[in-house]
């Protein structure tokens, strides 16, 4: 339950008279109301562990630095909610990177032994059955695009993906708003059909 | 009458273990240097172990002498813990880490034979103290 502005304010007094105990108090009384509102805010399961980390760790530096709060700016609880908030956004957008080098460094995706079921293959095969072009030709295209994340956004292509969401994370770009990914889709997908064009091959998406 | 620490705060005074601010920190280093479980150390301190998720996320005591005894004496009263116990910990893994800072990076350790002698240089700075009180 969240506790009152006073409860709060008595114990952030004594933070800053630096009494020894005063971080445990301040810590055990915001923990668990901050932990459920976070939660609710995210209630995805996968972030169960995330969220009572993001509030201990928020708690754990308020209270090395109290004096930071500005209390003309915003309630405590307002000011730790917001900061809770914004490293909640943080922690999943650093997670989303780490995600998303896992699955593009993914060594079963791209260093299979006998090099045939990889991405660039498969969008390799794709391409050579729409394009009438020489294999030598093919293979300088496939040496130009060096960028695994081309490699994924093509394959969505080739399979007919028009879903911006779907190109979204393997740009890193899902957090931006839905015009901003929208675009940025564009652009790839149109820099990429220019390269396919410099090689005479046009895509069938579709 | 306090309840039992919730699972968060157990977990909030683990992660307290990784600044030097809290007690966790010194308390962590103690408890590894003498190969101590909580109950123990809860048994040299004195008090409940249900207190020492609480007792870990407090201040660690400032260094200067006066403020030193009036923070062990005031989390003393209010864990009802051993202030004199909890001192001689937080003073023998000051010492240590001092001696540390002072050595070689390959000759760092923090094997029990060095908390041993950092202990002895305590009770002989402790027996000067109490010499020149006399």
């Not at chain 2, 009802?80 to 390959?106: E, G, K, N, S, Y």
């Amino acid at each position: 339950m969240r506790p009152s502005e006073t409860q709060i304010q008595i114990v952030y007094q004594r933070l800053l008279a630096q009494e020894p105990d005063a971080p445990s108090d301040f810590i055990e009384l915001l923990l668990d109301p901050l932990i459920e509102t976070l939660g609710n805010r995210f209630p995805n399961e996968s972030y169960a562990e995330l969220v009572p980390d993001v509030v201990i760790d928020a708690l754990l530096k308020f209270v090395q630095t109290p004096h930071l709060y500005q209390p003309t700016k915003a309630t405590l609880w307002n000011y730790l909610w917001i900061d809770v908030q914004g490293d909640m956004k943080n922690a999943l957008k650093k997670n989303t990177r780490r995600q998303q080098k896992e699955v593009i460094f993914d060594p079963v995706a791209h260093d299979l032994p006998d090099g045939n079921i990889n991405i660039e293959e498969e969008v390799m095969q794709k391409i050579e059955v729409t394009s009438l072009l020489e294999q030598n030709i093919l293979k300088q295209f496939q040496q130009e695009i060096s960028d695994p994340r081309d490699w994924q956004v093509l394959l969505l292509m080739v399979n007919g993906e028009r879903h911006t969401s779907a190109f979204a994370p393997l740009l890193n770009i899902e957090t931006l708003p839905m015009s901003e990914q929208r675009a940025l889709v564009k652009r790839t997908k149109d820099r990429l059909r220019q390269r396919l064009k410099r090689y005479g091959v046009k895509l069938h998406e579709n | 009458m306090k309840t039992n620490p919730t699972p968060s705060l157990v977990r909030a005074a683990q992660r307290a273990i990784n600044s030097p601010f809290f007690l966790a920190n010194t308390l962590q280093v103690y408890q590894r240097i003498h190969h101590l479980d909580n109950e123990t150390l809860a048994a040299l301190l004195e008090c409940q172990v249900d207190d020492l998720p609480r007792l870990a996320l407090c201040r660690r005591p400032v260094t200067e002498q006066q403020e030193f005894t009036r923070d062990i004496a005031l989390l003393a009263h209010r864990f009802h813990l051993q202030a004199d116990q909890l001192a001689a910990i937080i003073r023998q893994v000051d010492t240590l880490h001092t001696w540390q800072q002072h050595m070689p990076f390959h000759q760092q350790t923090t094997s029990p034979g060095l908390l041993a002698a950092a202990r002895d240089r305590d009770d002989i700075d402790n027996e000067t103290t109490e010499e020149n009180n006399d």
